[in-house]
């Protein structure tokens, strides 16, 4: 059982069987205890960028990579992409 796991059962159980109590039973630190509880309500400081990047990725095509050819400079045969140097318009 990790850490957060622990935390979880302690904040469901805490009003019954007390902190103390319940931290030895788990075998979980105080200190460790209190930071799972910071980290859980902090949040994911990250998680607008996952949900843009997802939105990107979901009106892309859900192509994530290298552009092809027609994205970025309107050809539509693959013979004038320069793979050699994986750029576009041979720069």
């Known amino acids: 059982m990790s850490n957060r796991e ?16 319940l931290l030895a039973m788990l075998g979980l630190r105080r200190s460790t205890y209190y930071y ?3 980290v859980v309500a902090a949040g994911d400081k990250y998680d607008e960028l ?20 027609a994205a970025c400079c309107g ?3 693959p013979s ?8 576009c318009c041979g720069s």
């Open 6 to 21: 622990k935390t979880q059962v302690v904040e469901e159980l805490r009003g019954e069987y007390g902190l103390g109590r």
């Open 36 to 38: 799972e509880r910071a």
């Open 50 to 69: 996952r949900g843009r990047i997802r939105g990107l990725f979901e009106s892309g095509g859900r192509i994530w990579g290298r552009r092809p050819p």
């Open 75 to 77: 050809w539509t045969t």
């Open 80 to 87: 004038l992409w320069s793979f050699r140097r994986r750029s």
